[in-house]
């Protein structure tokens, strides 16, 4: 196998440091569609400091060996051959600290808070923090903060939602984040960025440019608000995912950006795509925008229906659709481009 030396170096660094490691992961087991191959080596840093760790073991022993960060793989698509590289999964690297849980006393920073002009809360989180469960948790009524409601049914996590700037329901994670921890795979450092710095708009950050820089946390400033509406609102947000979307199969998420003054689903329903499969890969009978695995359903399954499905809306409107979702390839002959 490739890189198969820097593999083991690897392998031993991680056990020397006491940090989880796998060979042949499958990778069907940490991705929300339920497909993709094994991955060479997978590893589980345990928090910031040993991502930290992870990447800096990688920069020098890795001989330039495929590299691939992962959350808990809801917008990503992996290859049936696996991944012959090394896979990091974060979802054991999940602090979360309140701004509030930091003061002298709590319940004094509270009360001043909410009586300010600006009753805010800065929360920070680790990369590998469940979204949903941190926006549950900002809800409970002993915190009651508000600005995180439209991600309470977004199965990923921090990390992936700060690098495509996830959002529903009108808002997103722009609205809130205020700054981001990344570490630098080309220079080995630690940068951290504010404000218009991270360049976010509809999906998009500036991470998505720099596939090099990966995330490792992020602040996030939210308002202290009324507990019973927060939570209300979210129940909403959550009722309205059951009802609308496909939960009950696995699927990546919404498939297509959407387009100016217009809506994906509603362009694919239009072109007659509903329930129209590839294989175990199944456009939506529920909601056009969604494919769905049916069961057994392969990566080659979801990109030939996602080209087919582009070429068909295409004819109708020529307008050819942009996939949100990112593709995990084997790291040595596939391309990452849809």
């Given at each position: 196998?490739?890189?198969?030396?820097?593999?083991?170096?690897?392998?031993?660094?991680?056990?020397?440091?006491?940090?989880?490691?796998?060979?042949?992961?499958?990778?069907?087991?940490?991705?929300?569609?339920?497909?993709?191959?094994?991955?060479?080596?997978?590893?589980?840093?345990?928090?910031?400091?040993?991502?930290?760790?992870?990447?800096?073991?990688?920069?020098?022993?890795?001989?330039?060996?495929?590299?691939?960060?992962?959350?808990?793989?809801?917008?990503?698509?992996?290859?049936?051959?696996?991944?012959?590289?090394?896979?990091?999964?974060?979802?054991?690297?999940?602090?979360?600290?309140?701004?509030?849980?930091?003061?002298?006393?709590?319940?004094?920073?509270?009360?001043?808070?909410?009586?300010?002009?600006?009753?805010?809360?800065?929360?920070?989180?680790?990369?590998?923090?469940?979204?949903?469960?941190?926006?549950?948790?900002?809800?409970?009524?002993?915190?009651?903060?508000?600005?995180?409601?439209?991600?309470?049914?977004?199965?990923?996590?921090?990390?992936?939602?700060?690098?495509?700037?996830?959002?529903?329901?009108?808002?997103?994670?722009?609205?809130?984040?205020?700054?981001?921890?990344?570490?630098?795979?080309?220079?080995?450092?630690?940068?951290?960025?504010?404000?218009?710095?991270?360049?976010?708009?509809?999906?998009?950050?500036?991470?998505?440019?720099?596939?090099?820089?990966?995330?490792?946390?992020?602040?996030?400033?939210?308002?202290?608000?009324?507990g019973p509406a927060i939570r209300e609102q979210m129940k909403k947000n959550r009722d309205s995912r059951k009802e609308k979307q496909p939960v009950e199969f696995p699927s990546a998420g919404s498939v297509f950006k959407r387009p100016v003054d217009n809506f994906a689903a509603r362009m694919i329903?239009?072109?007659?795509?509903?329930?129209?499969?590839?294989?175990?890969?199944?456009?939506?009978?529920?909601?056009?925008?969604?494919?769905?695995?049916?069961?057994?359903?392969?990566?080659?399954?979801?990109?030939?229906?996602?080209?087919?499905?582009?070429?068909?809306?295409?004819?109708?409107?020529?307008?050819?659709?942009?996939?949100?979702?990112?593709?995990?390839?084997?790291?040595?002959?596939?391309?990452?481009?849809?």
């Amino acid at each position: 196998m490739p890189y198969q030396e820097a593999l083991e170096a690897l392998y031993t660094a991680f056990r020397e440091n006491g940090i989880l490691c796998k060979w042949d992961e499958p990778m069907s087991l940490h991705t929300s569609f339920k497909i993709g191959g094994n991955a060479a080596l997978t590893v589980w840093p345990s928090g910031k400091a040993q991502t930290v760790l992870v990447l800096s073991l990688w920069r020098e022993l890795g001989g330039g060996c495929p590299l691939r960060v992962l959350g808990k793989g809801s917008n990503v698509l992996v290859s049936d051959k696996g991944f012959h590289g090394l896979v990091v999964l974060t979802t054991k690297a999940k602090r979360v600290v309140f701004e509030e849980d930091e003061a002298p006393d709590r319940e004094a920073f509270r009360r001043a808070a909410v009586e300010s002009i600006a009753p805010f809360c800065r929360v920070y989180a680790e990369c590998g923090a469940p979204l949903k469960v941190l926006s549950y948790i900002c809800g409970q009524p002993d915190r009651e903060l508000s600005g995180l409601e439209f991600a309470c049914g977004i199965p990923g996590t921090v990390g992936g939602a700060i690098v495509m700037n996830a959002g529903a329901y009108g808002s997103d994670i722009e609205q809130v984040l205020v700054s981001t921890e990344y570490y630098d795979l080309s220079t080995g450092q630690i940068v951290q960025l504010r404000d218009s710095e991270m360049d976010l708009s509809y999906r998009h950050s500036i991470f998505l440019d720099h596939p090099e820089w990966i995330v490792l946390s992020g602040v996030f400033k939210l308002s202290y608000g009324y507990g019973p509406a927060i939570r209300e609102q979210m129940k909403k947000n959550r009722d309205s995912r059951k009802e609308k979307q496909p939960v009950e199969f696995p699927s990546a998420g919404s498939v297509f950006k959407r387009p100016v003054d217009n809506f994906a689903a509603r362009m694919i329903d239009t072109a007659g795509l509903k329930g129209v499969a590839v294989g175990g890969a199944q456009v939506s009978e529920k909601h056009a925008g969604f494919i769905i695995n049916t069961g057994g359903a392969t990566a080659e399954d979801v990109k030939a229906l996602v080209c087919l499905v582009r070429d068909e809306v295409e004819k109708l409107y020529r307008y050819r659709l942009e996939c949100e979702i990112r593709l995990v390839v084997d790291g040595i002959t596939d391309t990452d481009t849809w």
